[in-house]
């Protein structure tokens, strides 16, 4: 059975850090391509980020390029996101997705970047 949970969800100040971590179960993860996405309130869910399956090449928004960083540890089977110098517009709730033939969604875990 396939499962994401995604954690490391907080409340930071503006300019500050947070790595969001999205543990996979049932599967692979360097299988699937993996990403991020985000939904802030009363917006529509928005791709951040993505980590290739075969190669893991990596791509980002570009409101979040050179902030945030996608990686992967195949051992740990988990999928990070490291995000640098947050900012007020980058509050939403984050969530992890895996696609193969078809896709599976985390929980999501909820951002806050405000002073």
């Known amino acids: 059975q396939v499962q994401l949970v995604e954690s490391g969800g907080g409340l930071v100040q503006p300019g500050g850090s947070l790595r969001l971590s999205c543990a996979a179960s049932?599967?692979?993860?360097?299988?699937?391509?993996m990403s991020w996405y985000r939904q802030a309130s009363g917006k529509e869910r928005e791709w951040v980020a993505g980590i290739a399956s075969t190669f893991g090449s990596t791509t980002y928004a570009d409101s979040v390029k050179g902030r945030f960083t996608i990686s992967r540890d195949n051992a740990k089977n988990t999928v990070y996101l490291q995000m640098n110098s947050l900012k007020p517009e980058d509050t939403a709730v984050y969530y992890c997705?895996?696609?193969?033939?078809?896709?599976?969604w985390g929980q999501g875990t909820q951002v806050t970047v405000s002073s």
């Open positions: 049932g599967f692979t993860i360097s299988d699937y391509t």
């Open positions: 997705k895996a696609v193969r033939l078809r896709p599976y």
